[in-house]
């Protein structure tokens, strides 16, 4: 199978590694915007040439987009117009949008949409890590809508990537996603906020993070880029998200204020049981 | 030198583990109000026996306190009372009450307020972990009303531990703290009940919960009968830093709402300097 990876980054990245791991690929070829990806990309190994985008669609079994989702949303009609029966597949956060894209657009039955729930706070073909998607979870998205063999040719390389695949519907994918991954971002960027504006006041609280914080801010690392597309795509469901969390830490607040200790006991009793949805 | 543990949960097992390692208690008893927690420390070697908290008193060279800040602050006055010179060290989450407790109290020089940057979200004597101050920050209170060997005794113990002291006034640990740790588990708390509250509709949200998800919501599993007290003898600060958390969050609201991504990409971007202080 010759594989064409648009977006060289930590997902792109870790597909190619986990793909040649596997011996899933004959051959992989790049394309990404950045000069420097580009160059990373080969020296790292990750692909075996660099192409631009019309050659890279010509060559390859299989597409795989892995770009911000807006970006990957500008040029999956394009790419889908160019296909010759062959697969596309992306791996975005946010599902809605691209499957409503494809099943408006010729040749949008090639196209299966997925998300591999696997991600780090880094960037860049750099940041591409083996074994990444082993043990996982991924979700395919409308399955209805793809080609029964273009979707069993995706089902395929899952599988035999070691992950466990979960069919939704996409707009059930979004709201959540919003609960499970795009609120801990905002939780993350807001809490590195609060933090740095302290900061400014006082370097002591250099000197004084610990493990709990670095947890809890970890995310905040995460890229603008990739992010804020996301968000704007599962606008609605993040907002209600948000909304709710706002109201959760106006609980603790009360409580505070109130010296309503009895209720923040059972306010922290409530949030231990999260235990049961970690693995 | 013989060694007191009172209180035989997450820290002051790790305490045992690091002084045996180290080998820096020719003995180590122990004290627990907790039958159980009592029986395991013994089973694990944590203690060599387990005493009554006034014959553990009057055996040992160093004792150490290491219970919930509500429960150290009843027992430190009698504690000091009892005292014939030996040195009494606390290694709790805030600072100021127990400060100004000890400096009103007989023997208050005796004691050492210290606070080891280090934790886990687990609890008990099972939750113990082996090397866990080593290349630690540990902060020192208010050293000025400690004795000079006592404070001497202490730094010498932290320093054969492998831990970096810090010295900090008792108000402004407190205040740090509140930004460094204590919101860090309210957002983890108040994270977690915001997807319990979600995943009463719909059990989807387990099979979706990934690395990002457990990052930020590890925390969420801390124990309320050590946090509460955190947070109440640590209300006024921690109060402070959630308004200003809150705050930071309605950014992102705002952000959402008016579809201002470009403030949404400056916030994120300030986010990420965020890397300057995690080491």
């Known amino acids: 199978m010759k594989v064409a990876i648009i977006g060289l980054g ?12 596997k011996q899933l690929a004959s051959e992989i070829v790049g394309v990404d915007a ?3 990806h580009q160059q990373k990309a080969l020296e790292l190994g990750l692909v075996d040439k660099v192409m631009d985008i019309d050659s890279a669609i010509s060559f390859a079994d299989l597409i795989i987009l892995s770009v911000p989702v807006d970006i990957a949303n500008k040029l999956l009609p394009k790419l889908l117009l160019s296909l ?7 791996v975005g956060s946010t599902k809605n949008a691209v499957c409503e894209l ?16 696997w991600g780090t706070e880094f960037s860049g073909p750099a940041a591409a890590v083996k074994g990444a998607f082993t043990n996982k979870a991924v979700v395919i998205c409308n399955k209805e809508n793809s080609d029964a063999d273009a979707l069993e040719f995706v089902e ?10 979960i069919y939704m519907d996409a707009a059930a994918h979004d709201l959540h996603a919003a609960y499970i991954s795009h609120i801990s ?17 006082d370097e002591a609280i250099f000197a004084l ?12 690392k995460s890229n603008a880029q990739m992010w804020v597309p996301i968000f704007m795509q599962n606008k609605e469901n993040v907002l209600d998200v948000l909304n709710e969390h706002i109201s959760q830490l106006r609980k603790f607040k009360s409580c505070l204020e109130k010296e309503n200790f009895e209720y923040l006991a059972e306010l ?4 231990n049981t999260i235990n049961r949805i970690l693995k």
Do not use: W
């Open 10 to 21: 930590l997902i792109g990245g870790s597909m190619a590694l986990a793909l040649r791991e």
């Open 34 to 36: 950045n000069d420097i």
């Open 84 to 90: 010759n029966n062959q697969v596309v597949m992306d």
């Open 102 to 117: 494809a099943s408006n657009t010729v040749n949008g039955k090639r196209f299966v949409a997925t998300h591999p729930m």
């Open 156 to 165: 395929k390389i899952y599988h035999n990537l070691g992950m466990h695949i």
């Open 185 to 201: 971002h905002i939780t993350s960027f807001a809490l590195a906020n609060t933090v740095l504006e302290k900061e400014k006041e």
């Open 209 to 220: 993070a610990s493990g709990g914080f670095e947890s809890t801010v970890r995310l905040a």
């Open 268 to 271: 922290i009793e409530n949030a």
